[in-house]
């Protein structure tokens, strides 16, 4: 089993649509999750970190399950520009702060 | 926010030659800078953690003597492609982490084709 998975998409969507990622981890000793958006052949930028209690930031809301250990973006109100694959990054207790390991992406795209 | 410099952008070399990729953490100081490669459609595959002062942490399946990673100060990592062939070819991104923001920040990446 992979220790971080994303479904790779792509998700195609009309502009406005609320859509969703989910990102499973494999490592229950997971302790810091992240969204990165990355645009074709640049780096990732940080999107939100993600915390337990979830967090908004305008039309954005990650979430944590620890439980079922999966993580979710919820984007609200699609925008054209929110076309990009949307990684997740999972750390783990016992690694470098910021070793962190990625999932492939969900590749989102939002059409007029 | 805090910055990271990458750089060339891209690059195209002859097999067999040697490519240095430099990245730079502008504006604060990484003990700790990753170096991850990223084929098309895939994920970011970490290849080593860069260590200023001491000898990088390489992943398993990564030649250290292929891949050259020099962590001489606290700003600066050089990853060097020895001996490129057409297989190296690939997207390089650098990382450093800034204990000040508590967050994680991406060169811009280099893109590597090797003829």
């Known amino acids: 089993r992979k220790e971080v998975e994303q479904d790779p998409g792509p998700f195609n969507v009309p502009e406005g649509a609320t859509v969703a990622f989910n990102c499973t981890y494999s490592n229950s000793a997971s302790q810091s999750f992240f969204w990165y958006r990355q645009d074709c052949r640049k780096e990732p930028k940080l999107l939100m970190s993600v915390y337990s209690s979830g967090n908004e930031d305008g039309r954005f809301t990650a979430q944590l399950n620890r439980a079922s250990q999966y993580i979710s973006l919820l984007i609200r109100d699609s925008k054209l520009s929110d076309s990009a694959t949307y990684l997740c990054?999972?750390?783990?207790?016992?690694?470098?702060?910021?070793?962190?390991?990625f999932g492939k992406g969900t590749k989102l795209s939002v059409k007029p | 926010g805090a910055v990271v410099s990458q750089h060339p952008s891209w690059v195209i070399c002859k097999s067999g030659t040697s490519v240095k990729i430099e990245c730079r953490s502008l504006d604060f100081q990484a003990t700790t800078m990753f170096w991850y490669r990223q084929f098309p459609k895939q994920s970011l595959m970490l290849m080593a953690t860069?260590?200023?002062?001491?000898?990088?942490?390489?992943e398993q399946g990564v030649e250290k003597d292929k891949f050259l990673i020099n962590h001489a100060s606290l700003t600066l990592s050089t990853l060097t492609v020895t001996s490129a062939h057409p297989e190296d070819s690939s997207f390089y991104i650098c990382?450093?982490?800034?204990?000040?923001?508590?967050?994680?920040?991406f060169g811009s990446g280099t893109q590597l084709s090797v003829l």
């Open positions: 990054g999972v750390g783990y207790y016992g690694g470098s702060q910021g070793n962190l390991i």
């Open positions: 860069s260590n200023e002062g001491s000898k990088a942490t390489y």
């Open positions: 990382s450093a982490y800034s204990l000040r923001n508590e967050k994680l920040f």
